[in-house]
Protein backbone atom coordinates (compact mmCIF):
# COMPACT_ATOMS: atom_id res chain seq x y z
CA UNK A 1 0.00 0.00 0.00
CA UNK A 2 0.63 3.53 0.02
CA UNK A 3 3.66 4.63 2.60
CA UNK A 4 5.63 7.66 3.65
CA UNK A 5 8.97 7.65 5.41
CA UNK A 6 10.72 10.38 7.00
CA UNK A 7 13.43 10.68 8.94
CA UNK A 8 13.57 10.32 12.28
CA UNK A 9 14.07 13.02 15.13
CA UNK A 10 14.56 15.22 16.61
CA UNK A 11 16.85 17.47 14.54
CA UNK A 12 18.25 19.91 16.83
CA UNK A 13 19.59 23.04 14.93
CA UNK A 14 21.09 26.63 15.80
CA UNK A 15 19.20 29.38 14.82
CA UNK A 16 20.20 30.85 10.99
CA UNK A 17 21.15 26.47 9.98
CA UNK A 18 20.38 25.40 6.86
CA UNK A 19 17.80 22.62 7.38
CA UNK A 20 16.75 19.39 5.68
CA UNK A 21 14.21 16.75 6.74
CA UNK A 22 13.90 13.89 4.08
CA UNK A 23 10.91 12.49 3.12
CA UNK A 24 10.66 9.33 0.37
CA UNK A 25 7.49 7.96 -0.15
CA UNK A 26 5.81 4.62 -2.13
CA UNK A 27 2.56 5.12 -3.77
CA UNK A 28 0.49 3.56 -7.00
CA UNK A 29 -0.42 6.47 -9.42
CA UNK A 30 0.13 10.22 -9.06
CA UNK A 31 -0.07 11.23 -5.34
CA UNK A 32 -0.33 14.82 -4.34
CA UNK A 33 2.51 15.64 -1.47
CA UNK A 34 2.66 17.88 1.22
CA UNK A 35 4.34 19.02 4.31
CA UNK A 36 1.89 19.81 7.42
CA UNK A 37 3.36 21.11 10.60
CA UNK A 38 2.29 21.04 14.09
CA UNK A 39 3.34 23.75 16.47
CA UNK A 40 2.72 22.84 20.20
CA UNK A 41 -0.50 22.56 21.41
CA UNK A 42 -1.76 22.73 17.86
CA UNK A 43 -3.23 21.07 14.80
CA UNK A 44 -1.46 20.36 12.27
CA UNK A 45 -1.19 22.86 9.35
CA UNK A 46 -0.60 22.65 6.09
CA UNK A 47 2.54 24.09 4.91
CA UNK A 48 3.14 23.49 1.66
CA UNK A 49 1.91 21.53 -1.42
CA UNK A 50 2.93 20.13 -4.87
CA UNK A 51 0.38 18.16 -6.92
CA UNK A 52 2.91 16.76 -9.80
CA UNK A 53 6.14 15.92 -10.60
CA UNK A 54 9.22 18.52 -10.53
CA UNK A 55 6.28 21.01 -8.80
CA UNK A 56 8.22 22.95 -6.09
CA UNK A 57 6.03 23.69 -2.80
CA UNK A 58 7.04 26.65 -1.09
CA UNK A 59 5.59 28.46 2.13
CA UNK A 60 7.22 30.67 4.84
CA UNK A 61 10.72 30.00 3.96
CA UNK A 62 10.31 26.31 3.49
CA UNK A 63 10.92 24.66 0.10
CA UNK A 64 9.97 21.21 -1.04
CA UNK A 65 10.67 19.48 -4.72
CA UNK A 66 8.49 16.69 -5.96
CA UNK A 67 10.73 14.03 -7.44
CA UNK A 68 9.24 11.27 -8.87
CA UNK A 69 12.50 9.21 -10.16
CA UNK A 70 13.74 9.26 -6.48
CA UNK A 71 10.22 9.40 -5.22
CA UNK A 72 11.13 11.84 -2.91
CA UNK A 73 9.65 15.46 -0.90
CA UNK A 74 12.65 16.36 1.10
CA UNK A 75 12.08 19.47 2.83
CA UNK A 76 14.27 22.35 3.02
CA UNK A 77 15.21 26.10 4.38
CA UNK A 78 17.54 28.04 4.40
CA UNK A 79 17.78 30.02 7.64
CA UNK A 80 15.81 28.31 10.35
CA UNK A 81 14.27 30.68 12.80
CA UNK A 82 13.49 29.86 16.62
CA UNK A 83 9.68 30.07 15.89
CA UNK A 84 10.44 27.50 13.49
CA UNK A 85 10.46 24.80 16.46
CA UNK A 86 7.14 22.18 15.30
CA UNK A 87 6.94 18.53 14.32
CA UNK A 88 6.68 18.72 10.74
CA UNK A 89 4.78 15.44 8.72
CA UNK A 90 5.55 14.22 5.19
CA UNK A 91 1.98 13.13 3.30
CA UNK A 92 0.72 12.19 0.39
CA UNK A 93 -3.10 12.16 -0.76
CA UNK A 94 -4.19 9.48 -2.89
CA UNK A 95 -7.26 9.48 -5.18
CA UNK A 96 -9.90 8.61 -2.54
CA UNK A 97 -9.23 11.84 -0.37
CA UNK A 98 -7.47 9.95 2.15
CA UNK A 99 -4.09 10.90 3.15
CA UNK A 100 -0.93 8.82 4.23
CA UNK A 101 1.17 10.34 6.90
CA UNK A 102 4.68 9.87 7.78
CA UNK A 103 5.82 9.56 11.71
CA UNK A 104 6.85 13.26 11.57
CA UNK A 105 9.96 15.01 12.34
CA UNK A 106 11.04 17.18 15.58
CA UNK A 107 12.68 20.15 14.70
CA UNK A 108 14.20 22.04 17.75
CA UNK A 109 15.76 25.09 16.91
CA UNK A 110 18.03 26.69 19.48
CA UNK A 111 19.13 30.87 19.92
CA UNK B 1 -7.90 30.52 8.53
CA UNK B 2 -10.13 27.74 9.20
CA UNK B 3 -10.53 26.20 12.79
CA UNK B 4 -10.84 22.98 13.98
CA UNK B 5 -11.49 22.56 17.66
CA UNK B 6 -11.51 19.34 19.76
CA UNK B 7 -13.12 18.30 23.15
CA UNK B 8 -12.09 17.03 25.53
CA UNK B 9 -8.01 18.31 25.00
CA UNK B 10 -7.41 15.31 27.41
CA UNK B 11 -9.24 12.88 29.00
CA UNK B 12 -8.73 10.35 31.45
CA UNK B 13 -11.01 7.25 31.93
CA UNK B 14 -11.58 3.75 33.90
CA UNK B 15 -11.61 0.67 32.01
CA UNK B 16 -15.13 -0.65 30.96
CA UNK B 17 -16.52 2.79 30.52
CA UNK B 18 -17.45 4.88 27.67
CA UNK B 19 -15.62 8.36 26.32
CA UNK B 20 -17.29 10.64 24.30
CA UNK B 21 -14.36 13.53 21.90
CA UNK B 22 -16.24 16.27 20.08
CA UNK B 23 -14.58 17.97 16.70
CA UNK B 24 -15.61 20.87 15.81
CA UNK B 25 -15.15 22.72 12.53
CA UNK B 26 -15.80 26.60 13.99
CA UNK B 27 -15.82 29.20 10.96
CA UNK B 28 -16.87 26.69 8.61
CA UNK B 29 -19.34 23.76 7.37
CA UNK B 30 -17.38 20.39 6.83
CA UNK B 31 -19.10 18.17 4.40
CA UNK B 32 -16.12 15.46 5.41
CA UNK B 33 -14.72 15.28 8.87
CA UNK B 34 -11.89 12.19 9.77
CA UNK B 35 -10.81 10.48 12.74
CA UNK B 36 -7.41 9.80 13.19
CA UNK B 37 -5.06 7.82 16.10
CA UNK B 38 -1.28 8.73 16.71
CA UNK B 39 0.18 6.33 18.83
CA UNK B 40 3.82 7.92 20.48
CA UNK B 41 6.35 8.19 17.65
CA UNK B 42 4.50 6.85 14.86
CA UNK B 43 2.06 7.85 11.88
CA UNK B 44 -1.49 9.09 12.06
CA UNK B 45 -3.21 6.19 11.08
CA UNK B 46 -6.75 7.17 9.76
CA UNK B 47 -9.59 4.83 11.41
CA UNK B 48 -12.64 6.73 9.80
CA UNK B 49 -14.35 8.89 7.22
CA UNK B 50 -17.19 10.88 7.90
CA UNK B 51 -20.25 12.58 5.71
CA UNK B 52 -22.73 14.59 7.44
CA UNK B 53 -25.93 12.49 7.64
CA UNK B 54 -24.11 9.62 6.37
CA UNK B 55 -22.59 6.60 8.49
CA UNK B 56 -19.07 6.76 8.56
CA UNK B 57 -16.45 4.72 6.52
CA UNK B 58 -13.92 2.54 8.59
CA UNK B 59 -10.47 1.70 7.55
CA UNK B 60 -9.73 -1.83 7.44
CA UNK B 61 -8.86 -3.18 11.05
CA UNK B 62 -11.40 -0.92 13.03
CA UNK B 63 -13.83 -1.98 15.18
CA UNK B 64 -16.65 -0.19 14.24
CA UNK B 65 -19.24 -1.20 17.00
CA UNK B 66 -15.74 -0.10 19.49
CA UNK B 67 -15.72 3.45 17.08
CA UNK B 68 -18.84 4.96 17.16
CA UNK B 69 -18.48 8.04 14.73
CA UNK B 70 -21.75 10.87 14.53
CA UNK B 71 -21.18 13.52 12.05
CA UNK B 72 -25.04 14.80 12.76
CA UNK B 73 -24.31 18.38 11.60
CA UNK B 74 -22.26 20.51 8.85
CA UNK B 75 -20.10 21.35 11.91
CA UNK B 76 -19.60 18.97 14.82
CA UNK B 77 -18.66 14.96 14.88
CA UNK B 78 -18.01 12.52 17.44
CA UNK B 79 -16.09 9.84 18.10
CA UNK B 80 -17.36 7.71 21.46
CA UNK B 81 -15.03 4.74 22.30
CA UNK B 82 -17.13 1.98 23.89
CA UNK B 83 -15.90 0.01 26.84
CA UNK B 84 -12.12 1.74 26.80
CA UNK B 85 -9.64 -0.57 27.75
CA UNK B 86 -5.94 0.55 28.01
CA UNK B 87 -4.94 -0.44 24.68
CA UNK B 88 -7.15 2.33 23.50
CA UNK B 89 -4.92 4.95 25.18
CA UNK B 90 -3.75 7.11 21.79
CA UNK B 91 -4.12 10.54 21.28
CA UNK B 92 -7.06 10.74 18.76
CA UNK B 93 -7.01 13.84 16.41
CA UNK B 94 -9.91 14.63 13.93
CA UNK B 95 -9.85 17.27 10.53
CA UNK B 96 -12.43 18.74 9.03
CA UNK B 97 -13.05 18.99 4.98
CA UNK B 98 -14.88 22.03 3.40
CA UNK B 99 -16.17 21.56 -0.16
CA UNK B 100 -16.54 18.36 -2.54
CA UNK B 101 -14.98 17.05 -5.27
CA UNK B 102 -11.58 17.20 -5.56
CA UNK B 103 -10.86 19.70 -2.78
CA UNK B 104 -8.25 17.82 -0.81
CA UNK B 105 -7.27 19.90 1.58
CA UNK B 106 -8.13 18.84 5.55
CA UNK B 107 -8.43 20.85 8.49
CA UNK B 108 -6.88 19.57 12.02
CA UNK B 109 -7.95 19.80 15.25
CA UNK B 110 -5.66 20.07 17.86
CA UNK B 111 -6.09 16.25 19.38
CA UNK B 112 -7.75 14.87 22.30
CA UNK B 113 -5.54 12.47 24.65
CA UNK B 114 -7.17 9.61 25.85
CA UNK B 115 -5.77 7.75 29.00
CA UNK B 116 -7.44 4.46 30.18
CA UNK B 117 -7.03 3.03 33.59
Known amino acids: GDSVTQMEGPVTLSEEAFLTINCTYT??????LFWYVQYPGEGLQLLLK?????DKGSNKGFEATYRKETTSFHLEKGSVQVSDSAVYFC??????????FGTGTRLLVSP | GAVVSQHPSWVICKSGTSVKIECRSL??????MFWYRQFPKQSLMLMAT?????????EQGVEKDKFLINHASLTLSTLTVTSAHPEDSSFYIC?????????????FGPGTRLTVT
Open chain 2, 95 to 107: SARAGTGNSYEQY
Open chain 2, 50 to 58: SNEGSKATY
Open chain 1, 27 to 32: ATGYPS
Open chain 2, 27 to 32: DFQATT
Open chain 1, 91 to 100: ALHTGFQKLV
Open chain 1, 50 to 54: ATKAD
